[in-house]
């Protein structure tokens, strides 16, 4: 059996939205539509773009990722744990008391966080400052950066934009998670923001814009590659995505921002998700 | 005698500490000149960053700097260092406990014409509120180089409070300090006042005078409002008839809040806290302003008779 990168990478993409579902349910709360839409972007991320070590999370030439968005943990740890830098069985004590896995992720607690992060609108200036670090020093490092598209009614972002073009700092690549939902609706109808306005604005602040569809492996690949390749000025990711995505009953529902699946959804979710699995695998079986 | 504000003591000691540590950076909303930021940019511009008029942003990316082995001294006006920016500083620096120095000048009243927006009269009670934060508050130009030299040792976040208002030189180069341990001049029995950062030289005043009417007291400067000096308090609260705290600070919150909290828990006694007395500033010259406000030294010796 051929295995071809893009398809190795579905299917871990399919395992971080299998293992975001049990977190949630296991722990009778959390976020899923926000952790599914992100699982394609971290499945690129910690297995084909980043370059880190799980085995020394402490490194100081590791590119460093920053969830700003992060209500979204679940699909951080979920991730984390796909690449080894914990258990796949501490999973199951998410947001428990006593656990690691904090409702919203505590650098001090877990291997890999890179920034405690919850309050919206705080990581672009935080990983500009890891960005001007990796300068200062030479280090060569890269920092990402994940942020809502509803995060982005927080002022402290547009602060952070202006910043990251004004220090030329191409080591920095933001993605803006553009699901088009937030808590209680649509971001266009709240604050005025769809992808194409979210371009504009980053683009007239100084950013290098590339905008993909957030769910194909393939466009988040080549997405990563033009951001590596671009100098003097901060690229931004505007990947359009799906909120809830890989789980029918969950996509596109603003209800499933903030809540835990019950027993009958749970299964339902987890077959699906094997059902994508194994038509990944037939896909790959008709590549041979 | 020559006189120093605390903010140039500051910017003094920055510009050594540059030099003799590299991984200190600093980073500045676009105030320097009066921050006093200014000398270290000069020398070391390469280190220094001016964020513009954008505080939060200032914050994050100070704790971004700091997770890669940065020491950064974050630098505005107090007013704009605490209030407006409590949730970047809860979230991004005390929550992970990030190693960053806030360094916050133009705090109290004694800023004086500017008035009440840039007279910042509830950081103290802010910092020390926030879990893993350090709360230091200088007196003069000896302390807060000490002090500005001392928190870049100290891995964890650190709020120190700088002011505008010129004092004296209080301290001789000798002065042994140390976080976390009050300082205590004279040890008369009569009362001992409590002060912190510009009433510490008023309280001194009102020892000198008072003591030429025949009352003897003693004076405890508090650098370090957190983790504070409980020994000290309890001993003080022990061997003087009489406990006053002032502060160019709200009342409520601040270093008469801190002492009372461990007169409570450990030796009851009452405590006269004199600072601002829960209201907003107002414009003035500074000397006017603690006339005003009641915590200058004529106010403290009214207090101790």
Known sequence: MKITKIEALEKIANRIRMDIITEIYYAKSGHPGGSLSIADILAVLYFNEMNINEKMPENELRDRLVLSKGHASAALYAALAEKGYFSKEELLTFRNINSNLQGHPDMTKVKGV??????????????NGMALASKMDSMGYRVYCILGDGELDEGQVWEAAMTASKFKLDNLCAI??????????????IKGLNIEDIEHKFRSFGFNTITINGNDIFSIINAFGVADMTK???????????????ISFMEKDVNWHGKAPNDVEYKKALDELVERDKEIDKRMEGNN | MSMIATRESFGRALEELGAENDKVVVLDADLFNSTKTEYFKEKFPERFINLGIAEAD????????STCGKIPYATTFAAFATGRVYDQIRTSIAYPKLNVKICATHAGITVGEDGATHQMLEDINLMRGLPNMVVIS???????????KEIAKYNGPVYLRLSRYKVPIIYDNETKFEIGKGIQIGDGKDATVFATGVTVEEALKAKEISSTEGIDIRVVDIHTIKPIDKELIIKCA????????????NIIGGLGSAISEVLTDNYPKKLVRM???????RSGRAEDLMKYYGIDSNAIIEEIK
């Open chain 2, 238 to 249: 022990k061997e003087t008839k009489k406990l006053i705290s002032v502060e160019d600070h």
């Open chain 2, 58 to 65: 200032m914050i994050g990316t100070a704790a971004g700097l």
């Open chain 2, 275 to 281: 600072g601002i007395e829960d209201t907003f500033g």
């Open chain 2, 138 to 148: 200088t007196a003069d130009d000896v302390e807060t180089k000490w002090a500005v």
């Open chain 1, 114 to 127: 890179d920034m405690s992060t919850g309050s919206l609108g705080q990581g672009l200036s935080v990983a």
């Open chain 1, 232 to 246: 003097d000025k901060p690229s931004v990711i505007l990947a359009k995505t799906v909120k809830g995505k890989g």
């Open chain 1, 176 to 189: 803006v998670d553009c699901n088009g939902l937030q808590l209680t609706g649509n971001t266009d109808e």
